[in-house]
T-cell receptor, first 116, second 118 residues
Framework: AQKVTQAQTEISVVEKEDVTLDCVYE???????LFWYKQPPSGELVFLIR??????QNEISGRYSWNFQKSTSSFNFTITASQVVDSAVYFC?????????????FGAGTRLFVKA | DTGVSQNPRHKITKRGQNVTFRCDPI?????LYWYRQTLGQGPEFLTY????????KSRLLSDRFSAERPKGSFSTLEIQRTEQGDSAMYLC????????????????FGQGTRLTVV
């Protein structure tokens, strides 16, 4: 069965600090996709990144970076020099190709507070 | 605006009443999903359509829930005989699928319909 665990329920940082959001997943499939979504106070989930299980290359996009390690089943997300606008709930998600590729399982989310 | 649109945004209903929500996906997207999100939790998968075909339903979707996508465009989610436990945010999402190797594209979410059953 697939499962996504985000152990950090809430994180509070001061603006300009770096922060890492942890994500650990479980799957029996060898082919799967991992995602991060952001849910700001407005409620709409915003896609941030997709990674497939065969691509362990880390990715950087502006202040965002992702570290994917299959050996530890982790897909962590780091925000560098955090800003108040980064305050939101962040969800890690997993989608197994074996399930048809359409069913995405989300973690419980990490609420990030960035204080000015 | 070409994003995913959900109506209504908020719905308050009395226990036992039926409610229906509508989702208009991004026009060229043939995959449509319904999720439910309760406070402090991530979205939970309910059901999935590819065009007009409902291909998967979660065990969370009891007999009181039904979803349709009659023409492969908009979708409706109906809850009959609502219960207080149905109170949640109902999210709709859509994604494109054109076959090939990339099966799991990201989903684009609407703002959701918040249901309160009193």
């Amino acid at each position: 069965a697939q499962k996504v665990t985000q152990a950090q329920t809430e994180i509070s940082v001061v603006e300009k600090e770096d922060v890492t959001l942890d994500c650990v997943y479980e799957t029996r499939d060898t082919t799967y996709y991992l995602f991060w979504y952001k849910q700001p106070p407005s409620g709409e989930l915003v896609f941030l990144i997709r990674r497939n299980s065969f691509d362990e290359q880390n990715e950087i996009s502006g202040r965002y970076s992702w570290n994917f390690q299959k050996s530890t089943s982790s897909f962590n997300f780091t925000i560098t020099a955090s800003q108040v606008v980064d305050s939101a709930v962040y969800f890690c998600a997993l989608s197994e190709v074996g399930s048809g590729g359409f069913k995405t399982i989300f973690g419980a989310g990490t609420r990030l507070f960035v204080k000015a | 605006d070409t994003g995913v649109s959900q109506n209504p945004r908020h719905k308050i209903t009395k226990r036992g009443q039926n409610v229906t929500f509508r989702c208009d996906p991004i026009s060229e997207h043939n995959r449509l999903y319904w999720y439910r999100q309760t406070l402090g939790q991530g979205p939970e998968f309910l059901t999935y359509f590819q065009n007009e075909a409902q291909l998967e339903k979660s065990r969370l979707l009891s007999d009181r829930f039904s979803a349709e996508r009659p023409k492969g465009s908009f979708s409706t989610l109906e809850i009959q005989r609502t219960e207080q436990g149905d109170s949640a945010m109902y999210l709709c999402a859509s994604s494109p699928y054109t076959g090939g190797q990339i099966m799991n594209t990201e989903a684009f979410f609407g703002q959701g319909t918040r249901l309160t059953v009193v």
